[in-house]
Every structure is written in C-alpha cells, then in structure tokens.
C-alpha cells in the first residue's frame, strides 16, 4: 500500500510516541509527502517542541528518524495537478497533498483532517482505519 501522508500526521508522530508513530514506522506501508511538509512543519517547531517536550536538537533528530519511513516527492513530480487539485479543495495548505495524490495515483491519502473526508472523490484513510487494519495484522 502506498499513501500520501498529511503534515498534521507527521506533527502528531512529532508530538506523542503513539499509534501514529508506530503505523509510520510499519514497513506495511510505503509514505510519500510533498517537500511542501517539510516547510509548514518548520513553521510549527516551536509549538511541536514545547508540546513534545523536545528541544531543537531532539526535535531535529526525532523529525529525520521519522523521514528515513517518508519520501519526500519534489514540486516537479506533482505540479501539473496543482491546478485540478484546487477545484477538489479550498485550504491552500491542502492543495499539495491532493496534487501529489492525483499525479502518483497511489492508494489513498492519510489524513485525520475533517474536510479530507467529505471529498468523494479521494480515498481518505483516518488514523483510527489504520490502525484497525494493523491490529488485523
């Protein structure tokens, strides 16, 4: 299986040793993420330190053990969907997760955010689905 993971999914992974952390970390599954995460998780370090109790150094540590199970998909790979990605969702920071969903045509797109769910037509996996389906395992 190969999926699109959202930020707020590898914020989460940042924040709490948790579900989240272990899924990201199952070899079940292979996770792409436009570089555009990298840049809208900067933006939050301080907020993910503070809940996390990490300071930057093990932020920084945490944040690239958490990449070695993520690949990072260029802008050029994805861009020709950012146009049609815009028409399926009105959140800007949504839009890259879409188009990089749409370009690889990979098996769905993991994300806990409500406003994912309501799209028809994208195959949205939650949290709480796969972790039921690893429980299976």
Known sequence: MKLVVDSN???SALI??????RIIFSPLIQFITPEYTFEEISKYEKLICKKA?????GF???LN????NILIIPKEDYENKLNIAKTIIKD???IPFIALYLALKVDGIWSDDKHFKT??????FRTKELALIFKSK
């Open 9 to 11: 999914i590898i914020i």
């Open 16 to 21: 709490k040793k948790g579900i989240t952390r």
């Open 53 to 57: 109790k990490l300071n930057h150094d």
């Open 60 to 62: 920084r540590l945490l």
């Open 65 to 68: 053990i958490i990449f070695e």
């Open 92 to 94: 800007i920071n949504d």
């Open 119 to 124: 799209r028809k037509n994208l195959l949205i």
